[in-house]
Structure formats: structure tokens, C-alpha cells
Nanobody, 125 residues
């Protein structure tokens, strides 16, 4: 069992930056592939980024590649998402999630066992 709590969301103008953080308790996050997903109103939850247990492998959706950076600090039991050059279409609730599976296949919500409650990110034009 692991509990995840996101923080760092808010309102930002287009072109600005935000840094989201996810704090875990229970099992250490080093046991899991960690991912970020987002869900906009009327849309399905979509993959944003994921990182392997060691942090050596990172994957991003095409829509955020080059703008977002995922990182983890296993000693502090946290994972972060640095979001730069934000666009209005990035507006969504962002969720931190943990997967006990492979980083190769951990690109869909169904492969994650634990989820945070989400944090709202709103990007104004």
C-alpha cells in the first residue's frame, strides 16, 4: 500500500512554469514506476510522463516533450514534474500515480495501482 499526495498546482499565464510535487507514504516510491497523468474537463485521463524505479529512464507524451521534466528523489520519497512553457491546452487536473509493473508498458492508467487525489493546473491565455 502507498499513499500519494500532489501539490504545486495553481493558475499561471501561458509561457509560465509550475512545479508539481508528489509525496508518498507507506511503501517507498523506489518500488514503483512513477507517472503523471492529467484529465481535462470532458476528456479521458491521459498519460503525461513516467519514470523508472532508478530514475534512469523517462518517457513523455508527444504533447509535453521538451517542455516538461519528470524527476524522482527516492531518498525523500517524492516525484516531481517541472512544467515549462505552459500552454492553455495544458489546463487539467494532474495526478500522480504508482505502478508495480514495467516502465515500458506503464503508459496507460490501467497499469497503475495507486493514485493521488490530483491538483488543478490552469493556464490562462
Amino acid at each position: 500500500q502507498v499513499q500519494l499526495v500532489e501539490s504545486g498546482g495553481g493558475l499561471v499565464q501561458a509561457g509560465g512554469s509550475l512545479r508539481l510535487s508528489c509525496a508518498a507514504s507507506g511503501r517507498t516510491v523506489s518500488s514503483f514506476v512513477m507517472g503523471w497523468f492529467r484529465q481535462a474537463p470532458g476528456k479521458e485521463r491521459e498519460f503525461v510522463a513516467r519514470i523508472s524505479r532508478s530514475g534512469s529512464s523517462k518517457y513523455y507524451s508527444d504533447s509535453v516533450k521538451g517542455r516538461f521534466t519528470i524527476s524522482r528523489d527516492n531518498a525523500k520519497n517524492t516525484v516531481a514534474l517541472q512544467m515549462n512553457s505552459l500552454k492553455p491546452e495544458d489546463t487539467a487536473v494532474y495526478y500522480c500515480a504508482a505502478s508495480g509493473g514495467s516502465v515500458i508498458t506503464a503508459a496507460v492508467p490501467e497499469n497503475y495501482q495507486y493514485w493521488g487525489q490530483g491538483t488543478q493546473v490552469t493556464v490562462s491565455s
